[in-house]
């Protein structure tokens, strides 16, 4: 997080210097920056080390500047603390298998932050202690990390909900338990292009929903074979669908859609209806 953003937190909750917060740092520049905050506040911050593991995306990639880093917390122990290290491994399923399989990447992945614990055990022995947090995973790696894993703390959430971004061999138990349910508002015996008038003259194999909403993050999955119109173009105000002509839909039916994420998806919506015994629950959304 930017250090101006950390800055303001405190600036605008005071009460809060004493909370539980580890802050994830990547850089020794970052880090500079939170030391002069806590100065600023005379207060301890808990810093979370985040290691490049193989994802690239940024985090430490070599054990000298990881060391600089930890020099820097161990001469600065009134402001500093470590707390722990961040390795998030979501490329582990994604690198394709023709190049690398999973297993291997996973413990190549899992051997660089082993180094890096090693670092703070032989180098900074003062820092290192039981309580430190070493998060991993990543829903992908979920299953890689239960069997066998260097790390103490996970992180998953997508896994649980499994869009299609998350559909893996290592999640394959899991089924899909997120959907977007959203009403047909028109239907048109088949599209009509504006300034194409000649093309309603030609035979239509499908037929056109108009529906509330449009253009998320997500694959529509019912009725069968429905699609946005590639000419017609995609719209977040009532997309156009296409449907096969001998479609029995109507106005007021619904068209269902299979979200590619989650976290990124469910902020859009003010509420979630959660299927559970034959009932509908509803729970409210932090709602963007």
Same mark, same amino acid.
């Given at each position: 997080?930017?250090?101006?953003?950390?800055?303001?937190?405190?600036? =605008?909750?005071?009460?809060?210097?004493?909370?539980?917060?580890?802050?994830?740092?990547?850089?020794?520049?970052?880090?500079?920056?939170?030391?002069?905050?806590?100065?600023?506040?005379?207060?301890?911050?808990?810093?979370?080390?985040?290691?490049?593991?193989?994802?690239?995306?940024?985090?430490? =990639?070599?054990?000298?500047?990881?060391?600089?880093?930890?020099?820097?917390?161990?001469?600065?122990?009134?402001?500093?603390?470590?707390?722990?290290?961040?390795?998030?491994?979501?490329?582990?399923?994604?690198?394709?298998?023709?190049?690398?399989?999973?297993?291997?990447?996973?413990?190549?992945?899992?051997?660089?932050?082993?180094?890096?614990?090693?670092?703070?055990?032989?180098?900074?022995?003062?820092?290192?202690?039981?309580?430190?947090?070493?998060?991993?995973?990543?829903?992908?790696?979920?299953?890689?990390?239960?069997?066998?894993?260097?790390?103490?703390?996970?992180?998953?959430?997508?896994?649980?909900?499994?869009?299609?971004?998350?559909?893996?061999?290592?999640?394959?138990?899991?089924?899909?338990?997120?959907?977007?349910?959203?009403?047909? %508002?028109?239907?048109?015996?088949?599209?009509?292009?504006?300034?194409?008038? %000649?093309?309603?003259?030609?035979?239509?194999?499908?037929?056109? %929903?108009?529906?509330?909403?449009?253009?998320?993050?997500?694959?529509?999955?019912?009725?069968? =074979?429905?699609?946005?119109?590639?000419?017609?173009?995609?719209?977040?105000?009532?997309?156009?669908?296409?449907?096969?002509?001998?479609?029995?839909? =109507?106005?007021?039916?619904?068209?269902?859609?299979?979200?590619?994420?989650?976290?990124?998806?469910?902020?859009?919506?003010?509420?979630?209806?959660?299927?559970?015994?034959?009932?509908?629950?509803?729970?409210?959304?932090?709602?963007?």
């Amino acid at each position: 997080m930017p250090a101006q953003a950390a800055r303001t937190f405190y600036e =605008q909750n005071s009460a809060w210097t004493k909370a539980n917060i580890q802050w994830l740092i990547d850089t020794k520049e970052r880090l500079l920056q939170y030391l002069e905050i806590a100065k600023d506040y005379a207060i301890s911050l808990q810093v979370n080390i985040e290691i490049d593991v193989g994802l690239h995306r940024g985090g430490v =990639q070599s054990e000298t500047k990881f060391a600089e880093m930890l020099s820097v917390i161990q001469q600065n122990p009134q402001y500093l603390k470590l707390s722990g290290l961040m390795g998030y491994d979501a490329h582990v399923t994604k690198i394709p298998s023709i190049i690398k399989k999973p297993d291997q990447a996973y413990q190549e992945s899992q051997q660089i932050y082993l180094n890096y614990q090693k670092v703070i055990q032989t180098q900074f022995p003062a820092l290192w202690n039981s309580d430190l947090c070493f998060n991993g995973g990543g829903s992908p790696t979920f299953t890689f990390h239960i069997s066998k894993s260097v790390c103490n703390d996970l992180s998953f959430g997508s896994m649980l909900l499994k869009p299609s971004d998350f559909e893996s061999d290592s999640l394959k138990p899991l089924q899909p338990a997120l959907w977007i349910a959203t009403p047909v %508002l028109k239907v048109l015996p088949f599209a009509e292009l504006p300034a194409m008038s %000649l093309l309603n003259k030609l035979p239509h194999k499908s037929k056109a %929903l108009f529906i509330y909403g449009g253009y998320w993050l997500a694959d529509y999955v019912y009725p069968n =074979q429905c699609r946005p119109h590639l000419l017609y173009g995609r719209s977040s105000n009532q997309e156009l669908v296409n449907v096969s002509r001998n479609c029995d839909i =109507q106005v007021d039916d619904f068209v269902f859609l299979r979200p590619t994420q989650s976290e990124a998806i469910l902020p859009q919506f003010s509420e979630l209806k959660l299927y559970k015994e034959h009932a509908f629950e509803t729970w409210q959304t932090f709602r963007e």
